[in-house]
């Protein structure tokens, strides 16, 4: 079995965060997310999915996720459903996230966009817990980029080469 689903879209809101009776964090937020094909009248249609969090990521995605803000979210379907006041069964579908990032860069100070965070990151325990995060991936100097010199020639003696 395999209940897995990614969405790329844009936050039509900035994420309501709550708090269970017994503390634990959840946050939720609606993705905008563009049909791939135009329907008949030539218009691009868009799904509004709902997103929970859970524990830690609920947190940060309340703390950095703002509306308007591109974003990837893995996570699982689920179908739940409940009685609202009027005592009509009710049946919700909502993606649960566990794992976040973002697209874009916010306007804020961070250097560099792709920063994301999720329970499955490595060396956090494989997926033990929710939420567990990393620092923001900050662009790096050149000096690492063994191509930075692409198209340029490239000094090396016969002695260096492994064939």
Same mark, same amino acid.
């Given at each position: 079995?395999?209940?897995?689903?990614?969405?790329?879209?844009?936050?039509?809101?900035?994420?309501?965060?709550?708090?269970?009776?017994?503390?634990?964090?959840?946050?939720?937020?609606?993705?905008?997310?563009?049909?791939?094909?135009?329907?008949?009248?030539?218009?691009?249609?868009?799904?509004?999915?709902?997103?929970?969090?859970?524990?830690?990521?609920?947190?940060?995605?309340?703390?950095?996720?703002?509306?308007?803000?591109?974003?990837?979210?893995?996570?699982?379907?689920?179908?739940?459903?409940?009685?609202?006041?009027?005592?009509?069964?009710?049946?919700?579908?909502?993606?649960?996230?566990?794992?976040?990032?973002?697209?874009?860069?916010?306007?804020?100070?961070?250097?560099?966009? #792709?920063?994301?965070? #999720?329970?499955?990151?490595?060396?956090?325990?494989?997926?033990? #817990?929710?939420?567990?995060?990393?620092?923001?991936?900050?662009?790096?100097?050149?000096?690492?980029?063994?191509?930075?010199?692409?198209?340029?020639?490239?000094?090396?003696?016969?002695?260096?080469?492994?064939?």
């Amino acid at each position: 079995m395999l209940n897995r689903i990614i969405l790329i879209g844009r936050l039509t809101a900035d994420p309501e965060l709550r708090y269970t009776p017994s503390g634990t964090a959840v946050a939720s937020f609606t993705l905008a997310v563009d049909r791939p094909r135009a329907n008949q009248m030539g218009e691009r249609e868009t799904d509004f999915i709902n997103i929970v969090a859970w524990q830690k990521l609920a947190e940060l995605a309340a703390q950095y996720l703002r509306k308007g803000r591109l974003a990837a979210v893995e996570g699982r379907l689920q179908i739940r459903s409940y009685e609202n006041r009027e005592g009509q069964r009710v049946r919700v579908a909502e993606v649960v996230a566990d794992n976040i990032r973002f697209l874009d860069r916010a306007e804020s100070s961070m250097s560099g966009g #792709g920063m994301g965070f #999720g329970m499955d990151e490595p060396g956090m325990g494989g997926g033990t #817990g929710y939420g567990t995060s990393r620092p923001p991936v900050r662009e790096q100097p050149h000096y690492n980029d063994p191509f930075v010199d692409d198209g340029k020639p490239i000094d090396i003696s016969d002695d260096d080469l492994p064939f």
